[in-house]
Structures are given as C-alpha cells and as structure tokens.
C-alpha cells in the first residue's frame, strides 16, 4: 500500500509525530556548530533584500580572529554587484575555510557551466551511474569568491507536503562530484580532502583518514535521509522549550563585534565561535528559503542541512526496515492470529488486533525515539485491521448460528454464569461427561445453623445475600464458574468449561479466596458498625482430575463435577475450622502456585475416605502483595522454623519454637495443635513409621 500516494503522505504525517514526540525527551544539539539567521529585523537594519555584500565582508572580517573551523554561506550569491570587491578581498585574506551555496538551475544560457566550474573532484562510473541526472547549467557563488571558497549543493527535494525529508549528498555535474552542503562543511571542518572521502551509492558515504572514520548511509540514488531533530520555533509554538540549535541573528552580531572592536561592551553576548561549524542562512517571513518542517508550517531551509551536519558530527543516522522483512513479518502475524482467533469470541477476535495495532504503533514509536530505526505504521496497520475486520465478519456469522444453538441446548441449566463460560468456550465443554484437570473451591460460612436459630429470618437471608454478592463477585473477577450454593456454601471450579492451563487456573483460585477473605474483612466490618453479627468463614481448594460434564436424570440435568478431588476439597474447608484459618490448599494447588504465593506450612492430614496422607497449607498473599497476610514476615519465619524441628523429629526445640510464635498469636490454633503434639512427642516419641500425618476421622 505504501506505494499509493495517499498511504505515503499517511506515513510521513506518522514520521513527523514520531520526530515531536521525540523531540520531548532528546539531548542537546551537538555545540560545534552555531547557526546565524537572516531573520525580518536584520532585513529592516541592514537596508533589505538583498542585503550588501559588504556586510558580509564584515562578518568573515569579525570572525576571523575568534577563529571559527569553517564558515558557511547558505546563500546564493551569483549576481556580480559594485561592492563584490570589499567581499572578495576579505575572503581572499581571511584563514578561514568557506563554504558557498550552489544549486542546479534552468536550462538557460546564463547558467551554462564553464569548463572551469567546479572545485570538487572526478565522479568515478557507479556514482555517475547513481544520479538521476547529470548537471549541465548550475547557479554558482561569483567568480570572484570561487578560488576562494569551496561551493557545495544546497537543492533541498520536497514532497508533496513542502517538507524535506531527503537530500541528495552529491549530485554530479561534468564528470564532477558536487557535495552537498553539510557533506562539504564536515570535509572542511575535518581538513578532509577528496582523496579522503569513498562514495558507495545503495551503502554509504565514507570519510576516511588518520583521526577520523565516519560511515554516511545513502541510498542507490545517493539520498541521505536526514534525521530532523531540531527547529527554531517562536515562543507561541508547542516546542520552543525543547532543545535546539544556538541561534543568532546576523545584524545583532555585526553590532556586537563592532562595539567590541571599538572597546565598548556588547549589548549583548557575543556567541564562542572557536573550533565551530558556522552556518548563515535566511530565516525572514515569506524567504524562499522558509518551508514547512515536520515540526511547522514556516521553518527556515537552511536548519535542514544544519540538522545534516548535527546527524554527521554524532553519527546519529536513521535506518529504515526493510519494506520485504515488514511484509513478511506483516503475513506472518496477521495470518497466525486470524487464525487463533477463529474460535474466539467476538469481543476478543475484535479487541485482541486493535490491541496488537496498538502495540505495534507504540513499539514504532520506541524503537524511533529509542534506536533511530524506521518502522512503517500505515500501511501495515490497515492491512492487518482490513484482515482482521473479514476474519470477524465471518465469525460473527458463525458465532450467532452456534449461540443460537447452545442457548437452545443449555437454556432448561439456572446458571447464567455458566451459560456465559460456555458461550465464551463452547469446544471446551464435553456434553456426555469428559475428564478435566480442575481447581475446586469450597466455602462454608462457620456456626450458620446456630445463627438462624438465633437470627431474624428476614434479617439474616438479606445479610446471606449480601455476603453472597461479594463472595460471588470476587469469584466471577477471576473467571471462576460458579457451580451452585448449598445452603450456605458455595461451589465454585477453575477450568471446567474455561480452562487456561492448570497453573493459571489454580493461581485464579486462589485470588478469588484472598479476594473473598478482604471482603469478607470489609462486610463485617459494616455489619458490627451496624450492629448486626459478624460471619466467619472456611474456604478449601483443591486441584485434580474430575469428570465434567450433565449429571442427573432426563427430567432434571445439572452441569457440574465430581470426583476425588472435589470431596477433598470439600474435606480441606471442614478442616479450617479445626486448624482455625479461613483458607486452606491440598499440596496439588501448593505445587502449582508456590512460585507466585506465598504459604504457611499446616501439617499432614490423613481425611475420612483417604488412604494416602496429603500435606496442607494455608496461603498468605500473591507476591508483591504483602500486606494482606493474615501475620507478619517474621512470625511467619518463625513459625516455619518450628514447623521444620517438628518434621525432624527435633521436639525440644519446635516446642521452644512454637512457645515463641504463641508470645504474638497466643490463641493461634494451628500452633497450639503443633505445640501440643511436639510436647506429647517430647515425651513418647512416635513409632519410626509414623507418617507424620494428622489424622481425620469425621469430615
């Protein structure tokens, strides 16, 4: 697409945000050069455009002793006048290098080339080759200045915005090489000579010799793409606090040295021109020499091989991708996610490729800003949206036959949040019963038949609503599918008809718990302010292999799992009430989290029903969220010190251990079951083979 015109102009809109936004955050322009602007105010001073020559004299004449590396006149100065004597004389006399504009020019006689034009040097055939046209008429600097100065091309291509992007680094006029502006500026800055500069069009510009390497990218055309950095702007522009250029305008230095000569302080300061590139070009409203830059509408010309010269002293150059590496790139993504997107739904197969567009504008943005590196953002991104937009148009078709269907199939099952898990997963979900790796979540609210003896009916259904409302609220937050209530329990399975991978559903699992035990925090905190009772509660989760799927008879269905694994978890929340904790995990959900929670080490429990002990824990927070541990750090350290004694059989010292944890959680029940076992075990040890497991004989 980037070969139309209208994506081409799309793209370089992107470029110039991608160059302002840049611009926010890039360091200071390289100092060696300063920049001399022929602004309105110089014009009203100094009697005009164009302005007289002899007032040029007078700048390389005040210069001189500050000794500048090079001065460069941005400036076609081709039409003889009275007073080129004066100028011609003091560029005859002064130290300093000069670089002098030239351009090409209308086939007209006056601008014919002389046999003697230039002062370049022999264009050999791959750079003969390389331009797309050979010069034959040429606006040159006077014959006056030209033993004098060395003259450079200043033609600056536009597109069809105005702004300049490219600039060619040499352009080739009678068998002669004639460099660009900024190119003939660094040459003399470097004292580099013919002999030390090789031109590879389609590679680069090299400049070689003892002290100084420097590789410039062109492309086949010898087109340097230059990386605009820096504007002069007014004080009315978004940008006039961001770095740019030193700035000085030539009537206010003429002033300034002429003070200086005659003894007076300047008014103002008189810039360090020692050592630096100097650069004098037009910047006056309505110049020739004004044009659009990707920063405004009105910016001057001669800042673009400013800019040039900035890129070259810190070899800070842009690089474009490779058009056939983004395509195929392009391809590559755009298919793969078409097609895992096939079976998912609507709102996925929509948000997850503007979500990708996104990130691929965004990391656009970061390797400019970051890495000077072109990455091309229209073409690419509509591609893939136009894509992606057919891809969803098919599946929304698809998708409204098979709801239609499933909604047909499921709408005699209450649940509505099951109905959605299906909806969002249908494949997944097995309707004859299949096995699946699940995680189960059980809650009981503790002492709840001797509440609704005492409790208002009214009263107490509408307080079990509300705490059914969160509880179901964080299980819902970490897509869990709520099975069904019992009484005043709840069922809840990870990866039943949603499944994520046996990791993710787990560490959803136990979210929901942490989630469920804060907000049960935040109710009763509520509910004592208001007088009314407070609930305790347990919560088991554990993770195994169950059978999913319709169970029931033909008149009544019911959508949900059984197996081993589910009665344990129902067993792990029985067991909290003993332990005196509000969450306890089977070592399954342990092994799959421990990396990303943190624990509590309970004890081995050998449940009514179950021949194998199982190790139990009670989790604590997800990492990085400390404070919603139920106790601190350091007793928790503590507590698995005395924990690890009591495994080795080391009871002297668990019991000391566990007397200590008991000095800041004195009615903790896990430790005074722990405490009260080592003491017992102090005294008549346990048999070798002993498991170590406590053991359950009531559910």
């Known amino acids: ?94 130290a300093t290098p000069l670089v002098m504009a030239a351009s090409s020019a209308p086939n007209v006689a006056s601008y014919a080339l002389p046999d003697d034009f230039s002062n370049a040097w022999p264009a050999d055939d791959s750079i003969k080759k390389s331009a797309k046209n050979h010069l034959t008429h040429m606006i040159l600097p006077i014959p006056g200045m030209r033993p004098y100065s060395k003259f450079s091309i200043v033609d600056v291509p536009k597109d069809s915005y105005g702004v300049v992007r490219k600039l060619p680094m040499y352009l080739v006029a009678k068998d002669q090489v004639i460099p660009t502006m900024a190119l003939q500026a660094v040459m003399s800055y470097w004292k580099l000579n013919p002999e030390n500069v090789r031109i590879i069009p389609g590679d680069a510009v090299y400049l070689e010799s003892a002290i100084i390497k420097r590789r410039i990218p062109i492309d086949p055309y010898g087109n340097y793409l230059v990386n605009f950095r820096y504007d002069i702007v007014s004080e009315n522009s978004p940008f006039h606090k961001q770095a740019t250029f030193n700035n000085y305008t030539l009537f206010g230095l003429l002033i300034g040295y002429q003070a200086k000569n005659n003894g007076e302080t300047p008014q103002s300061g008189l810039p360090d021109v020692r050592d630096k590139i100097v650069l004098l070009g037009t910047s006056a409203t309505g110049a020739t020499d004004v044009g659009p830059s990707p920063f405004q509408a009105e910016s001057p010309r001669p800042l673009i091989h400013v800019n040039m010269i900035d890129n070259i002293l810190k070899e800070d150059y842009l690089r474009e991708i490779s058009k056939p590496w983004i395509w195929l790139t392009f391809f590559l993504v755009a298919y793969t996610t078409a097609f895992a997107l096939t079976r998912s739904n609507f709102w996925v197969s929509s948000i997850v490729p503007l979500v990708i567009i996104g990130l691929y504008i965004a990391a656009a943005f970061y390797v400019f800003t970051s890495l000077n590196i072109i990455i091309p953002i229209v073409a690419p991104s509509l591609a893939f949206f136009l894509l992606h937009v057919g891809s969803v148009g098919k599946q929304v078709l698809e998708e409204r036959a098979a709801r239609d269907h499933l909604r047909r199939t499921f709408s005699t099952y209450v649940s509505s949040g099951i109905l959605d898990a299906i ?51 964080c299980i819902n937050k970490y897509n869990g599918t709520l099975h069904k209530f019992i009484g005043d329990a709840i069922m809840a399975v990870w990866g039943d008809v949603a499944y994520a991978g046996s990791t993710v559903d787990a560490g959803q699992a136990l979210r929901a718990a942490i989630d469920m035990r804060e907000a049960l925090k935040v109710l009763n905190a509520r509910w004592v302010r208001e007088g009314r009772p407070e609930f305790h509660m347990g919560i088991g989760i554990n993770h195994g292999k169950v059978v999913v799927g319709n169970i029931g008879a033909p008149q009544r269905m019911e959508f949900t799992v059984i197996g081993d694994s589910v009665n344990l978890a129902s067993r792990l929340e029985g067991l909290t009430k003993k332990f005196g904790i509000e969450i306890m995990v089977g070592e399954s959900v342990y092994d799959l989290t421990h990396e990303r929670f943190a624990f509590r080490n309970l004890a081995k429990v050998q449940v009514v029903g179950k021949t194998q002990p199982t190790k139990i824990f009670e989790p604590l927070y997800e990492l990085g969220q400390e404070s919603l541990s139920p106790y601190n750090t350091e007793w928790v350290r503590l507590f698995e010190e005395a924990y690890a004694r009591f495994s080795e059989r080391r009871y002297d010292v668990a019991i000391r251990l566990f007397e200590a944890c008991l000095n800041e959680h004195p009615d903790n029940t896990t430790t005074l079951m722990l405490l009260e076992m080592s003491r017992n075990f102090s005294e008549n040890p346990p048999p070798e083979d002993w498991n170590g497991a406590f053991e359950f004989t009531s559910k």
Not at 2 to 31: C, G, K, M
Not at 66 to 91: G, H, I, N, R, Y
Request: glycine share 4%; charged share 25%.
């Open 1 to 94: 697409m980037d070969f139309i015109p209208i994506f081409h102009q799309l793209e370089n809109l992107t470029l110039d945000q991608r160059i302002i936004q840049r611009s926010y955050s890039q360091e200071a322009p390289d100092p060696r050069i300063l920049y001399i602007g022929i602004d309105d105010t110089d014009l009203n001073h100094l009697g005009g455009w164009p302005i007289k020559r002899e007032n040029y004299a007078r700048f390389i004449a005040y210069l001189e002793n500050s000794k500048p590396s090079v001065l460069v006149f941005d400036l076609l100065l081709d039409t003889p006048k009275e007073e080129d004597e004066l100028f011609v004389q003091v560029a005859s006399e002064t």
């Open 423 to 473: 909806y969002k997963n249908p494949d997944s979900l097995q309707l004859g019963g299949g096995y699946k790796d699940v995680t189960i979540l059980f809650s009981d609210i503790r002492s709840f038949t001797t509440m609704t003896e005492s409790m208002d009916s009214v009263a107490l259904v509408q307080q079990l609503n509300e705490y059914f409302t969160e509880m179901v609220g």
